[in-house]
């Protein structure tokens, strides 16, 4: 059942005080509860707290007042479509009748009721839209517990993190300590394992590192930023922090003009950086030559590609890149952790959007991702 009385309310809007009591007496006897609203600004306010249904007339709501109960009805979280019974009046229909059904489209969730009304028929109507509501409460309470159950694996997993840092730095340590005060006694073979298990330990402490950024991206710390990126000034904070890659493969980069869109700094940052560093390390034979670009996305807001030259991912892979610890190369051959793509796709997810890569073997990549716009950069980097 849902968690209070007023999400169990069925909610009723008419212009008159008897066509309300009569709908109110009829739930009533089917032990359905209702209460009345006396104006369009009392329905919204009681619909912020919860409802199972709501029924108003088509005359009681003018035109302005559909799109102010639309533009409430929009805000609504996903998992939320309340039903609408509208009450319409029965007979030839007139065009003031057609327009006003054709404006309550806006609505959404709406069923439309021929008066004079039947009780039974009102009462099998309500009785189907309380089901679906509850449906969507349901709804809500699997993914606020799934949300928990979530939160709670990410505390376990920043807080193993955490753990882990001294045991490895100790290992790095006493590996290294071992080689500089026993040297003489170590043979080739000796130091050799030494030094794999040294490596070994900044591989592990890099993997943590990244795990470590991954869990945070929930982390409130960042909530008092902007949550406005100006995505050519990411790109350019990037290339800063991947300046002697660049420089050692001899990249070149094209970044076009950029929009500002609806994400954080840091986390539009992140994607960059991701998606730069992986164009310069999975490189063919020939230097990187790396192009980043904007477009508008219909009906959404910006689709972005970052292109590349490089060794390209065979199609049954392309799915799978994005996943936790989801790497196609050996560490021997490419350095990383594979986390940096999951990292993006969680980022992207988050903020509503979805990233995807279009690639061959051999004839380089190009990793798109969509995010909603807010409005156009001045210029942009060449």
């Excluded at 199972?52 to 007042?65: C, F, K, M, R, V």
């Excluded at 996943?323 to 560490?331: A, D, I, S, V, W």
């Amino acid at each position: 059942m849902p968690g209070s009385l007023e999400e169990q309310t069925v909610y009723i809007f008419a212009p008159t005080g008897r066509d309300a009591r009569l709908i109110v007496d009829t739930l009533s006897e089917a032990d359905i509860l209702a209460k009345t609203c006396s104006s369009r600004d009392e329905l919204s306010r009681a619909l912020q707290t919860g409802a199972a249904a709501a029924i108003i007339s088509e005359e009681a709501l003018s035109s302005q007042d559909v799109q102010e109960l639309a533009r409430h009805l929009e805000s609504q979280p996903f998992w939320s479509d309340l039903p609408i019974l509208l009450l319409t009046f029965a007979g030839r229909p007139t065009p003031q009748n057609i327009s006003s059904g054709r404006a309550a489209e806006v609505l959404g969730n709406v069923t439309l009721l021929e008066r004079p009304l039947r009780p039974m028929t009102l009462r099998a109507a309500v009785r189907s839209a309380i089901r679906a509501r509850m449906r969507q409460y349901q709804l809500r309470r699997r993914q606020e517990s799934l949300q928990h159950a979530i939160s709670e694996l990410e505390q376990f997993a920043y807080s193993a993190s955490h753990d882990l840092r001294e045991p490895l730095r100790n290992i790095a340590i006493f590996s290294e300590l071992l080689e500089k005060e026993h040297l003489a006694a170590l043979d080739k073979t000796g130091r050799q394992y030494c030094n794999f298990v040294r490596a070994s330990a900044k591989r592990m402490e890099t993997l943590i590192d990244d795990l470590l950024a991954y869990t945070r991206l929930n982390d409130d710390e960042s909530h008092n930023e902007p949550t406005t990126a100006d995505a050519a000034k990411c790109v350019e904070m990037a290339l800063a922090s991947l300046s002697t890659a660049i420089t050692e493969s001899g990249a070149e980069i094209e970044v076009g003009p950029l929009p500002v869109v609806s994400m954080r700094s840091t986390h539009l940052y992140q994607i960059f950086q991701n998606l730069l560093a992986n164009a310069v390390k999975y490189r063919g034979e020939a230097p990187p030559r790396i192009r980043v670009s904007a477009s508008r996305e219909e009906g959404f807001g910006w689709r972005f590609a970052v292109k590349d030259n490089g060794i390209g991912i065979s199609p049954e892979y392309q799915e799978r890149i994005f996943g936790l610890f989801k790497r196609l190369h050996t560490n021997a051959k490419y350095s990383g952790s594979g986390i940096g793509l999951a990292i993006c796709q969680r980022i992207v997810q988050r903020s509503g959007g979805k990233i995807w890569v279009e690639s061959e073997p051999g004839r380089g990549s190009t990793f798109y991702f969509t995010v909603k716009h807010e409005r156009l950069a001045p210029g942009g980097r060449g």
